[in-house]
């Protein structure tokens, strides 16, 4: 998902099950202004400024979603394991650019009343909801997450995300191995959800100063992006565990161990390539 915050995350509701599976070699990334970043997701390209980030096939402008306060995008950019990039209500193939139609659960986009300030992402025929609970002075107390399944569209699970759980909640995303939702309270939040269980809180990586982004792969093992200290400079690092947490592995963060799909790493090491 970017985020373009002092953390510079990427696609801050592009969540996605982003199981995608592309070539590295067709992400690329370039410094345009001071405040501006080009890079490229085979034939899709994105230009993100300060205030939007606009998706381009050649110089034919694709989408154009704005920065909402808190750094989330609107309308969402989104991705899918079948290498498809999802802006709002329109489907594009990462591989030609070109439109295609949208996956099932991304209809009930357009059947449910959803909140401005929701987070979606789309799983198959899953469509999961996160949506801040405000009170009578308008202050966020809790979160309620919501599953939808096509075609009907109701609600398979519910559940509430309670006062000790409050957080500001920024990337929600999904694969066939669950959802996750990550938060900015403390040093960073991790919730993960099975499809069959409700949302737990799983520990983070010892001495990191923040959480980026996440990925669930398919086969079941968690990647996380997360800030660490260097020196006098807080740069991202990777981690991955197998056990929901248990035990993190740190690995290096170079191109050639991040998964394809993972959009959000993909972006941070196009944007430190061109600090070089």
């Known amino acids: 998902m970017i985020r373009p915050s002092k953390r510079s995350?990427?696609?801050?509701?592009?969540?996605?099950?982003?199981?995608?599976?592309?070539?590295?070699?067709?992400?690329?990334?370039?410094?345009?202004?001071?405040?501006?970043?080009?890079?490229?997701?085979?034939?899709?390209?994105?230009?993100?400024?300060?205030?939007?980030?606009?998706?381009?096939?050649?110089?034919?402008?694709?989408?154009?979603?704005?920065?909402?306060?808190?750094?989330?995008?609107?309308?969402?950019?989104?991705?899918?394991?079948?290498?498809?990039?999802?802006?709002?209500?329109?489907?594009?193939?990462?591989?030609?650019?070109?439109?295609?139609?949208?996956?099932?659960?991304?209809?009930?986009?357009?059947?449910?009343?959803?909140?401005?300030?929701?987070?979606?992402?789309?799983?198959?025929?899953?469509?999961?909801?996160?949506?801040?609970?405000?009170?009578?002075n308008d202050r966020t107390v809790a979160y309620a997450s919501e599953t939808r399944q096509y075609p009907g569209c109701t609600v398979t699970a519910?559940?509430?995300?309670?006062?000790?759980?409050?957080?500001?909640?920024?990337?929600?995303?999904?694969?066939?191995?669950?959802?996750?939702?990550?938060g900015s309270a403390s040093d960073g939040t991790i919730l993960l959800r099975k499809w069959t269980k409700e949302w737990t809180q799983i520990a983070r990586p010892p001495d990191v100063n923040g959480i980026l982004s996440a990925n669930w792969s398919p086969d079941g093992k968690l990647w996380l992006l997360a800030n660490e200290l260097s020196g006098d400079q807080v740069k991202p690092a990777l981690f991955t565990t197998e056990d929901m947490g248990k035990k993190w592995e740190r690995l290096a963060f170079i191109k050639s161990n991040v998964p394809h799909y993972w959009l959000e790493a993909l972006r941070q090491l196009s944007a430190e390539d061109s600090t070089k």
């Open 158 to 182: 519910r559940q509430r995300i309670g006062q000790a759980d409050i957080d500001h909640f920024f990337e929600l995303g999904a694969s066939k191995s669950g959802a996750w939702l990550i």
């Open 9 to 136: 995350q990427f696609l801050c509701r592009l969540t996605g099950a982003i199981t995608l599976a592309w070539s590295c070699s067709g992400i690329h990334a370039q410094t345009v202004s001071e405040g501006h970043l080009s890079y490229a997701i085979g034939a899709i390209r994105f230009l993100e400024t300060p205030r939007s980030v606009m998706m381009f096939k050649g110089d034919q402008l694709l989408g154009y979603s704005s920065i909402q306060a808190g750094g989330w995008l609107s309308p969402a950019i989104q991705a899918s394991e079948d290498g498809q990039i999802h802006w709002g209500a329109q489907t594009f193939d990462s591989a030609t650019g070109n439109q295609v139609k949208p996956p099932a659960a991304s209809r009930c986009l357009a059947k449910v009343a959803i909140g401005p300030t929701a987070l979606t992402t789309v799983e198959g025929e899953r469509l999961v909801v996160v949506s801040p609970v405000s009170d009578a």
